[in-house]
């Protein structure tokens, strides 16, 4: 998640902090929970836990924490799957008083590779330089992960009592992706653990400055669905010198000429609804006219014609299907009896494997092209964005900064919110960390927060957790 960088390097041309920006700034925590905050993120971004380290390490740094600051042991749950112990997740709980299900709150601590000679700085040391904390992770996610560990050791000092547990998830290989995921670790076989009525997920979301104003504040709702199909021809094969008529890679080469020029139909949802009438409201240029006319209902599918010129709009308007990976032949100087083609798709939420599945048979036009589907998709419908967590959100946001827009969005990429959705929690994206919409760090060189950024999004997740942890 997460980006920042031109607003950034003109700050620093007129020898500003990003801190003091045109936008008014936010409340900061008590002295104590600033400072506990900082030290935590220290910790965390020096505790390697790239996949091939695990983040095991950073689990048990968090549950010390934890029962130090008087959790009791049997609250503070550290686990891994048996064939993968570097891949540790911490669960704790913070009980309350049963009146509603619980509330899970969602960070993952793995962190993709970083290699020190592409980086000005250490990436597993935490730098302070010019307003800015620099270090691997220090947006994409320890930035969440010490404002969640910092809270709960706030709420416990101060004796709050929730109208319901709230439960933290700590946990692992999100960005690898591999078959240690935590939350789908914790999900098939400790339901228990992190059972919720709805899940709080850090990894996405937030602020957004653009000029040095806050723009707008992000609540993710959704996420398109990953899904990849294989094509595949076959044809007699025979010898070089004696072509004829059926040869299995100009098959293939003539049906992906046809799926190329194939659009899946415009789907919208309620996010994607509201995301672009916010959007035109708050960014009035040539494209709000538009903008306003597809969220209509029916949409006006000449404006969605128009916005799809645009790839980032393109992709919020359908399911996206594109070649990415072709093979086929197996000699020289012989006639191939094989071709293959890899589709990814991305699914719109509500969108169905199998639909798209006889779409692209469809588009290809010719029997003798087989499609496959490769894995069933972790499927990840849309949580919606009711009126009850949109308040609950704008309250705590506007208590934080008064005023900021909220708008509800959808992620072209996937987090582990696929999960949580997957298994029927309603999730939502609600990190507290401003950044400029231009910025881009996260899984790059020089990953940065700001240091101003990061005190506020330690106060305002102190309050989200508070607001959330409220019954209905
Ligand atoms: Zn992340």
């Given at each position: 998640?997460?980006?920042?960088?031109?607003?950034?390097?003109?700050?620093?041309?007129?020898?500003?902090?990003?801190?003091?920006?045109?936008?008014?700034?936010?409340?900061?925590?008590?002295?104590?929970?600033?400072?506990?905050?900082r030290a935590v993120l220290k910790e965390l971004v020096e505790i390697?836990?790239?996949?091939?380290?695990?983040?095991?390490?950073?689990?048990?740094?968090?549950?010390?924490?934890?029962?130090?600051?008087?959790?009791?042991?049997?609250?503070?749950?550290?686990?891994?799957?048996?064939?993968?112990?570097?891949?540790?997740?911490?669960?704790?709980?913070?009980?309350?008083?049963?009146?509603?299900?619980?509330?899970?709150?969602?960070?993952?601590?793995?962190?993709?590779?970083?290699?020190?000679?592409?980086?000005?700085?250490?990436?597993?040391?935490?730098?302070?330089?010019?307003?800015?904390?620099?270090?691997?992770?220090?947006?994409?996610?320890?930035?969440?992960?010490?404002?969640?560990?910092?809270?709960?050791?706030?709420?416990?000092?101060?004796?709050?009592?929730?109208?319901?547990?709230?439960?933290?998830?700590?946990?692992?290989?999100?960005?690898?992706?591999?078959?240690?995921?935590?939350?789908?670790?914790?999900?098939?076989?400790?339901?228990d653990l992190i059972d919720a009525a709805l899940a709080i997920n850090?990894?996405?979301?937030?602020?957004?400055?653009?000029?040095?104003?806050?723009?707008?504040?992000?609540?993710?709702?959704?996420?398109?669905?990953?899904?990849?199909?294989?094509?595949?021809?076959?044809?007699?094969?025979?010898?070089?010198?004696?072509?004829?008529?059926?040869?299995?890679?100009?098959?293939?080469?003539?049906?992906?000429?046809?799926?190329?020029?194939?659009?899946?139909?415009?789907?919208?949802?309620?996010?994607?609804?509201?995301?672009?009438?916010?959007?035109?409201?708050?960014?009035?240029?040539?494209?709000?006219?538009?903008?306003?006319?597809?969220?209509?209902?029916?949409?006006?599918?000449?404006?969605?014609?128009?916005?799809?010129?645009?790839?980032?709009?393109?992709?919020?308007?359908?399911?996206?299907?594109?070649?990415?990976?072709?093979?086929?032949?197996?000699?020289?100087?012989?006639?191939?009896?094989?071709?293959?083609?890899?589709?990814?798709?991305?699914?719109?939420p509500g969108d169905s494997a199998e639909h798209v599945q006889a779409?692209?048979?469809?588009?290809?036009?010719?029997?003798?092209?087989?499609?496959?589907?490769?894995?069933?998709?972790?499927?990840?419908?849309?949580?919606?964005?009711?009126?009850?967590?949109?308040?609950?959100?704008?309250?705590?946001?506007?208590?934080?900064?008064?005023?900021?827009?909220?708008?509800?969005?959808?992620?072209?990429?996937?987090?582990?919110?696929?999960?949580?959705?997957?298994?029927?929690?309603?999730?939502?994206?609600?990190?507290?960390?401003?950044?400029?919409?231009?910025?881009?760090?996260?899984?790059?060189?020089?990953?940065?927060?700001?240091?101003?950024?990061?005190?506020?999004?330690?106060?305002?997740?102190?309050?989200?957790?508070?607001?959330?942890?409220?019954?209905?």
């Amino acid at each position: 998640m997460k980006r920042l960088t031109l607003a950034g390097s003109v700050l620093m041309m007129l020898g500003l902090t990003p801190g003091v920006w045109a936008a008014a700034l936010g409340p900061l925590p008590p002295a104590v929970d600033q400072a506990l905050a900082r030290a935590v993120l220290k910790e965390l971004v020096e505790i390697n836990t790239t996949h091939a380290y695990g983040s095991t390490g950073a689990a048990q740094a968090i549950a010390q924490h934890l029962t130090a600051a008087g959790y009791s042991a049997s609250d503070v749950v550290l686990i891994a799957p048996p064939e993968h112990p570097t891949k540790g997740n911490v669960v704790v709980r913070y009980h309350g008083k049963g009146l509603a299900k619980p509330v899970l709150f969602l960070g993952h601590l793995d962190v993709v590779e970083a290699r020190p000679e592409d980086w000005s700085v250490d990436p597993f040391k935490l730098t302070e330089k010019e307003g800015w904390f620099y270090g691997r992770g220090s947006i994409d996610m320890k930035d969440g992960d010490a404002a969640m560990l910092e809270t709960l050791i706030r709420l416990k000092r101060e004796g709050f009592t929730p109208d319901r547990d709230i439960i933290v998830a700590f946990t692992a290989d999100e960005e690898a992706g591999g078959d240690a995921n935590g939350p789908a670790f914790l999900l098939k076989d400790h339901r228990d653990l992190i059972d919720a009525a709805l899940a709080i997920n850090l990894d996405g979301g937030g602020g957004q400055y653009k000029n040095g104003d806050r723009f707008a504040f992000e609540i993710g709702t959704s996420e398109k669905t990953y899904v990849t199909y294989s094509l595949e021809t076959t044809s007699p094969g025979g010898h070089g010198s004696l072509p004829g008529p059926d040869n299995a890679i100009y098959r293939l080469a003539d049906g992906l000429g046809r799926l190329e020029g194939y659009h899946f139909p415009v789907m919208l949802t309620a996010t994607t609804r509201a995301s672009f009438e916010k959007f035109a409201d708050l960014d009035p240029g040539p494209e709000s006219a538009d903008l306003r006319a597809v969220a209509k209902s029916p949409p006006d599918l000449a404006a969605a014609e128009r916005l799809s010129q645009s790839v980032r709009l393109n992709a919020q308007l359908r399911t996206t299907c594109v070649a990415t990976l072709i093979s086929g032949g197996h000699a020289e100087n012989a006639l191939p009896q094989r071709a293959k083609a890899t589709i990814q798709c991305r699914m719109m939420p509500g969108d169905s494997a199998e639909h798209v599945q006889a779409a692209l048979r469809a588009a290809l036009n010719d029997p003798k092209i087989a499609v496959t589907l490769d894995a069933p998709p972790i499927v990840s419908p849309e949580s919606p964005p009711t009126a009850l967590i949109t308040a609950k959100a704008a309250h705590v946001v506007h208590s934080m900064w008064p005023g900021v827009p909220l708008v509800p969005t959808m992620a072209t990429g996937f987090s582990d919110d696929r999960q949580t959705r997957n298994a029927g929690i309603v999730s939502y994206d609600l990190s507290g960390v401003w950044a400029d919409v231009n910025e881009n760090r996260a899984h790059g060189r020089d990953e940065r927060v700001g240091m101003r950024e990061f005190d506020e999004s330690v106060e305002y997740t102190y309050r989200l957790m508070k607001a959330m942890s409220q019954k209905e």
